[in-house]
């Protein structure tokens, strides 16, 4: 019985690369992106990991970088599936402003607690919380089934979808979470025992 979830970030994006709140816009992967997204395909490969089944959002970054990983592995049709529960969190008015144009507009303190309190949402948008609001039952339905029924299954999403999927199944609290960077390209494997408690935890970097 396998029951392995690997979870990894999208590559960088051309927006991370410019410093701008992206949620749910949907710029592409910058080619160092491309890269991160084929060496995390790599790492997988060289562990042994061979998948039964992909789930990744609805935004083609996360979707470009599923594409390159399983190209990488070998295994470009690898059942997947899409959803938007997956997506990452909508910052609402932020999106696509540069993050020091939001400082000058709002002031720093208060950009400060929209990206890094856990339950206050910038104006329009979703808070972490909001986030895990649509994270955890999808992944308790759709996900979790698939890895405890003994399959390998790979998540490729966003620095806060995943960042709720963690704080889940490491057992943090909002402000524990809230502090926990997600770094791009590094697969994230998990084994879990048959209750679905974590057995084991790799951070697969370098």
């Given at each position: 019985m396998s029951r392995t979830l690997v979870l990894v970030r999208h590559g960088q994006s051309e927006w991370n690369l410019k410093n701008l709140?992206?949620?749910?816009?949907?710029?592409?992967?910058?080619?160092?992106?491309v890269e991160e997204a084929?060496?995390?395909?790599?790492?997988?490969?060289?562990?042994?990991?061979?998948?039964?089944?992909a789930f990744t959002s609805e935004l083609s970054r996360a979707q470009r970088?599923?594409?390159l990983m399983l190209d990488e592995l070998g295994a470009p049709s690898l059942p997947t599936i899409r959803n938007i529960a997956l997506n990452e969190r909508d910052y609402g008015d932020l999106s696509g402003l540069n993050k020091d144009d939001a400082r000058k507009k709002w002031g720093e303190e208060?950009?400060?607690?929209?990206?890094?309190?856990?339950?206050?949402p910038p104006p329009g948008g979703e808070s972490l919380k909001d986030t895990g609001a649509?994270?955890?039952?999808?992944?308790?339905?759709?996900?979790?089934?698939?890895?405890?029924?003994?399959?390998?299954v790979l998540v490729v999403a966003h620095g806060n979808s995943l960042r709720a999927l963690v704080m889940a199944l490491d057992g943090l609290s909002?402000?524990?979470?809230?502090?926990?960077?997600?770094a791009t390209g590094v697969p994230i494997l998990y084994r879990l025992n048959a209750d679905s408690t974590v057995a084991e935890k790799v951070v697969m970097e370098g």
């Open positions: 709140f992206t949620g749910w816009k949907d710029p592409d992967l910058t080619e160092k992106g084929k060496d995390a395909g790599r790492s997988l490969k060289e562990a042994g990991l061979i998948f039964d089944l970088t599923l594409a208060q950009v400060h607690v929209w990206r890094r309190s856990y339950d206050v649509r994270v955890w039952p999808y992944y308790i339905h759709d996900i979790q089934p698939k890895v405890l029924g003994g399959g390998t909002g402000e524990e979470i809230v502090g926990q960077e997600i």
